[in-house]
């Protein structure tokens, strides 16, 4: 598998944290709908203006989508509603150094920047020199392994070691509630295999939070031996995405 999603809260506001808590423990007991109050606390669900390269999309005849296999998060959808997406990622300390190392870096830098190239044709996007400013960090990091305790067994139930995932932050700024991607693609792949990572963590990053079944498109839940491209059916999925209502990027209703 590629990754285990995550999503963490990290909200500004006390009250508003408890809100977000909440919600978080709502959909660990798959409450099948918001508490009224809840709900009225956060940005009401809202549909953002398509953005354009999407809007003109067209795939005739049309090939089909996975969105029913698409999971939205308590704030909706996770889509970007302000383009060009900001994209931080790591890059080597002197990138002409002729060490193995630095070559490999190297390696692993082209082959992000092709993934972000790809994606740039479906939704703008900028790289920006600080992680701080990113909407979407790209880091050279094997991701952690989580150990469980098996609760029927007392056993530590340890998983298979990931190669890249992604995760998602909420914060407000300006009393709107925005979201933050991060993603983590191990430095021990290939050149290949980490543009196959890139594209498929990316299309997590922009708001794809879900796989395909079909091993043809790059959201398809299993590593492949081969590198894919990015499919009619990611885009078709990602424009329907694009589509749908969510809380991001909207404001909170009443005084703060």
Known sequence: MYKEKKAKFRLKSVVKILVIISLFLLTITQSSALDKDLEESLPPLQTHPLPTPLNQWQDQPYSGDYFDQIEPSVAGYLLWSE????????????????????????????????????????????????????DIIIERNDPPIDVQVDPETGQLDIPR??????????????????HK??????PRLSQVATLSAARHELGHGLGIWGHSLQE?????????????????????????????????????????
């Open 83 to 134: 383009f060009p997406i900001k994209i931080y990622f790591d890059r080597p300390d002197n990138p002409s150094d002729t060490a193995a190392t630095t070559r490999r870096f190297n390696q692993w830098v082209s082959a992000v920047e092709t993934s972000i190239s790809e994606w740039n044709s479906y939704l703008p996007m900028t790289e920006v020199d600080r992680a701080e400013l990113a």
């Open 161 to 178: 070691a990931r190669t890249a995932q992604a995760r998602y932050e909420f914060y407000i700024e300006n009393n709107q509630l925005l």
């Open 181 to 186: 991607m991060v993603i983590q693609i191990s």
């Open 216 to 256: 043809n498109d790059v959201l398809y839940f299993s590593q492949v031996s081969s590198s894919i491209p990015i499919s009619s059916r990611d885009i078709n999925t990602l424009k329907k995405i694009y589509e749908q209502p969510t809380r991001l990027g909207w404001s909170f209703p009443g005084d703060n």
